[in-house]
C-alpha cells in the first residue's frame, strides 16, 4: 500500500558513489546509490559491534564498516567478510520524481 512508502530524502540528496544516514520511523537506514546509478537501502547499524555504516565507505557494490572494515553487499544485506557474519536487512527503494521512498516491512 501507498502508505507503507515512507519519503526519506530527494534525489539530489544522494550522489553516486555516496551512502547517507535515513530515519524510517525508529530505523536507522543507510540509504546508498552505487555508482551505476542505482539506489539501495540497508539497516545502517552494524552486525558485528555497534556502528553506523553511513559513516563507512560504499565502492562498487559493497558498504565498509567503519569500526573494523567488514563489509555488506548494498544490493542484499549480505555480510561479506569478517568479522561480520550476520547479513543486515534490505529495504525496498524508489524514486518518485525528486523524492526517494523506503518501505520498511
Ligand atoms: S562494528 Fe562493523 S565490523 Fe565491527
Redesign the pocket.
Known sequence: MAEDWVRVASAADVAKGQVIGVRVGDRDVALCRTRDGALHAIDNI?T????RLSDGWLEDDELE?P????KFDVRTGEALCP??ETNVDRFEVKTEGRDIFVRIP
Open positions: 552494524c558485528h559491534e555497534y556502528a564498516c569500526l573494523h572494515a567488514g568479522p561480520v
